[in-house]
C-alpha cells in the first residue's frame, strides 16, 4: 500500500484529480469489527470531475491500506469558473 502522498502525486499524473490537499494527522474514533476504535489518520480532499468518481475509486480502493476506507462525495454548489 503507498502513502497518501504516492497516492496523490499518482492519481494526478493519471488525470484522476486536478488538486489533492493533504490535511495534518487527525484523530478517527469509530466502530471497528464491533469496537469502539481510535487511530491516528489524515484527511484527504480529492478535486475531481464527476466523470473521474468510478476510476477514482477503484484506484483508491486498490493501494489503500485500509479495508473498507471512506469515500465520500460532496456537491459543490459553487464554484469559481476558471478554478
Not at 484523530?27 to 471497528?32: D, K, L
Not at 493501494?63 to 473498507?68: A, E, G, L
Request: net charge negative.
Amino acid at each position: 500500500h503507498v502513502s497518501a502522498e504516492a497516492a496523490a502525486i499518482r492519481f494526478t499524473e493519471l488525470g484522476l484529480v486536478a488538486c489533492v490537499n493533504i490535511t495534518a494527522l487527525a484523530t478517527s474514533i469509530y466502530i471497528w469489527q464491533g469496537k469502539v476504535t481510535q487511530a491516528a489518520e489524515v484527511i484527504v480532499f480529492m478535486k475531481t470531475h464527476q466523470s473521474k468518481l468510478a476510476e477514482l475509486e477503484k484506484a483508491l480502493l486498490a493501494s489503500h491500506p485500509y479495508d473498507n476506507p471512506e469515500f465520500i462525495v460532496l456537491p459543490i454548489s459553487y464554484g469559481a469558473q476558471k478554478y
